[in-house]
């Protein structure tokens, strides 16, 4: 994690200062822009002015009415690191910001968020962090009562913000969000798989790719909302299918009353991304396969190693259908300077109906910026918020992720490629008509254009039938992409050359589905209630 150094104590308290300062004065009325937060020597030193935010905004059509931009902010810059080394910051300089955060958080506390707020909780996050990253610069400068003041501010804060960080079987624990940071094992990553009875199947097919197909030997929690989620005979099925594969109850690591899990797997998967207690978690679908080992991820991507975020992005379909998702998007970013990454975005920009595939998405909880953005994508989950706008306005939690990371001004890393499709060629008898690669499967490539995984189940086709396997042959990214014409038929993408499947791809694959059969036979003679 990315911590200020002890000798830039005062720049830390000037930082918690100048962002309380900020919200308490323009923050009440207005959307405030604080970050960018993207300076690579600390994911929390702004790298342009709040006034420079304001005056460079793109104006924006609201999707609904919005208030009237606030007047341009004076220069209200941090101070600057001392330029020799400087142990301790003065006592008064404590006591400032231990004053400045009281009233902050007070205000916070006193005056939450309704449900479409998605910028404000931004926002708080990014004035929480602060407050993290100050008791961690100052912890030796603290006085024992200073320390115990800060700790209590940014606890209570976290838990007004974020309610279900309290753990349910510690109602009296007064540290509720720290004991969840130390719950992370350090320097620990492996795969988390968010599951219930309707995945349940493809969860095991899952389970058989990445453990004795790839022979993948990182550890494998699989998350579920409860017994009726997932009953106990599945979970001791799962538990079988191979070494060090455990499951965890979701509802016993975060309070569930203002989640409510089991009514929705969409839902659950943020969280399960929270509770895991790896450091570094590859969050999978059920539905996902991978053609590489799931650890080289972490080992050789070098996006993800720069930012700590890896997110896939989906196909560039319906172009223009989703106006009012995409009118919600800009006004909850209205007064934001959008994140280079953003910018590059051909499905925000041109107005493509979706811009991300959620099967899979790798983060790194230790790097405290990716723990905030994580945060907003699970408050995104909590049952009023989703159902009233994270899942009404997306497509489940497909879009949260890259919304909760931009809102919470943390940099993440997009895949190189927008989604292609796994399948079979189509040959065309007209010369005008390109080939054309059809199948109901999501292809993502790595950094050097490999087919990396994809999302759709090893079936031909799930949408239209639960039984039939059959081995894939091409693949097609970058094209121009087709909807499947009705539930059984196949989507189709074209424009650009099919690319064969390997011989090891098609190995993995061809052992893959030969598993996948061998635990569908299993299954029909299993008792799973």
């Known amino acids: 994690m990315l911590l200020l150094a002890p000798s830039r104590s005062r720049y830390a308290i000037?930082?918690?200062i100048w962002l309380c300062t900020l919200y308490l004065i323009w923050g009440r009325s207005n959307s405030l822009h604080i970050g960018?937060?993207?300076?690579?020597?600390?994911?929390?030193?702004?790298?342009?002015?709040a006034s420079q935010a304001h005056t460079t905004q793109q104006k924006v059509e609201p999707y609904a009415k919005v208030p009237a931009a606030p007047p341009p902010l004076p220069s209200l810059q941090p101070p600057a690191p001392p330029r020799a080394p400087l142990a301790t910051a003065s006592s008064s300089e404590h006591d400032l910001l231990l004053a400045s955060i009281s009233k902050t958080s007070s205000y916070f506390i006193n005056d939450p968020l309704p449900p479409s707020h998605f910028n404000k909780m931004g926002e708080r996050l990014q004035v929480l962090g602060s407050w993290i990253e100050a008791r961690e610069a100052l912890?030796?400068?603290?006085?024992?009562?200073?320390k115990k003041s800060l700790i209590n501010h940014i606890e209570r804060t976290a838990i007004s913000l974020l309610p279900f960080v309290r753990h349910p079987s510690q109602p009296k624990e007064t540290r509720p969000f720290d004991l969840l940071r130390r719950s992370f094992?350090?320097?620990?990553?492996?795969?988390?798989i968010a599951s219930n009875k309707k995945v349940f199947r493809f969860t095991c097919h899952a389970i058989h790719n990445i453990r004795e197909v790839l022979k993948s030997d990182l550890p494998i929690e699989i998350v579920h909302g409860g017994d009726k989620d997932l009953p106990p005979s599945y979970r001791k099925f799962i538990t079988e299918l191979g070494m060090n594969i455990t499951t965890v109850e979701a509802r016993r690591r975060v309070e569930d009353k203002h989640l409510e899990l089991e009514k929705s797997l969409a839902g659950l998967k943020p969280l399960a991304a929270l509770v895991s207690s790896f450091e570094?978690?590859?969050?999978?679908?059920?539905?996902?396969i991978f053609l590489q080992k799931p650890e080289k991820i972490l080992d050789d991507h070098e996006g993800y190693k720069s930012t700590g975020a890896l997110f896939f992005h989906d196909h560039l379909y319906g172009k223009g259908e989703k106006k009012e998702r995409h009118e919600w998007w800009r006004k909850c970013l209205v007064y934001y300077t959008p994140s280079p990454t953003l910018s590059k975005s051909r499905a925000?920009?041109?107005?493509?109906?979706?811009?991300?595939?959620?099967?899979?998405?790798?983060?790194?909880?230790?790097?405290?910026?990716?723990?905030?953005?994580?945060?907003?994508?699970?408050?995104?989950?909590?049952?009023?918020?989703?159902?009233?706008?994270?899942?009404?306005?997306n497509d489940g939690d497909k879009d949260a992720w890259w919304f909760g990371f931009e809102l919470t001004s943390v940099e993440f890393t997009w895949e190189s490629h927008y989604a292609g499709v796994v399948g079979w060629i189509e040959e065309s008898d007209k010369p005008e008509n390109n080939t054309k690669v059809l199948g109901s499967?999501?292809?993502?490539?790595?950094?050097?254009?490999?087919?990396?995984?994809?999302?759709?189940?090893?079936?031909?086709?799930?949408?239209?039938?639960?039984?039939?396997?059959?081995?894939?042959t091409h693949w097609m990214i970058e094209g121009e992409w087709q909807k499947a014409p009705d539930e059984d038929g196949l989507a189709a993408i074209s424009g650009t050359s099919p690319i064969n499947l390997a011989q090891d791809e098609q190995k993995i694959l061809k052992e893959s589905i030969e598993g996948a059969e061998q635990l569908d036979e299993r299954l029909s003679k299993y008792s799973l209630e």
């Open 185 to 192: 094992k350090k320097g620990s990553k492996g795969i988390v």
């Open 36 to 49: 960018p937060w993207r300076s690579k020597s600390s994911p929390y030193i702004p790298t342009q002015s």
């Open 139 to 146: 912890a030796k400068s603290l006085t024992s009562n200073q």
């Open 348 to 393: 925000f920009n041109q107005g493509y109906a979706e811009e991300a595939d959620s099967g899979l998405v790798v983060i790194d909880k230790s790097r405290l910026s990716i723990l905030l953005g994580l945060l907003h994508v699970c408050w995104q989950s909590m049952r009023r918020v989703r159902a009233e706008w994270t899942h009404a306005m």
């Open 441 to 472: 499967s999501t292809a993502h490539a790595d950094e050097n254009d490999k087919l990396l995984w994809y999302s759709g189940t090893l079936l031909k086709n799930k949408a239209s039938e639960s039984k039939i396997y059959e081995l894939p």
């Open 14 to 16: 000037g930082l918690a």
């Open 280 to 288: 570094q978690v590859i969050l999978v679908d059920a539905e996902s």
